[in-house]
């Protein structure tokens, strides 16, 4: 078993306001994401697809809860107060997912 950290992203507390930076929040977030990935510490992310109250996932392969609280922290559309992040620690089977920053491969 290895321990891995599952993100629910929530609507945040401004997450109906209309924004005008509402654009450049979600290119910030999307580049987040990229960033998270290519430093090898997001395994899979991606949004819900209902408009529940929950609208993504992350998925974190790092040392610490400290450490995956600090990436949501970080994230543009949470400062913004659009989504917020309930991080939880989350035991898997070893090997059930794709290393962080690595395409996941079909197995045969």
């Known amino acids: ?8 992203l929530k609507k945040g507390p401004r ?9 450049a929040i979600q290119e910030g977030h999307m580049a987040n994401i990229r960033a998270m990935w290519q430093a090898r510490k ?3 992310a991606g949004p819900l697809g209902d408009d529940g109250d929950i609208r993504g996932i992350f998925i974190f392969r790092v040392p610490t809860l400290e450490e995956a609280q600090a990436l949501v922290a970080s994230d543009p559309a949470v400062k ?4 917020a992040g309930e991080v939880h620690p989350w035991w898997i089977e070893k090997g059930a997912l794709p290393e962080a ?8």
């Open 1 to 8: 078993m290895e321990q891995v950290y599952l993100v629910l």
């Open 15 to 23: 997450s109906g306001e209309e924004n005008p930076d509402r654009k």
């Open 42 to 44: 997001l395994i899979i």
């Open 80 to 83: 913004a107060g659009r989504l």
């Open 101 to 108: 920053g690595e395409y996941c491969v079909p197995r045969r």
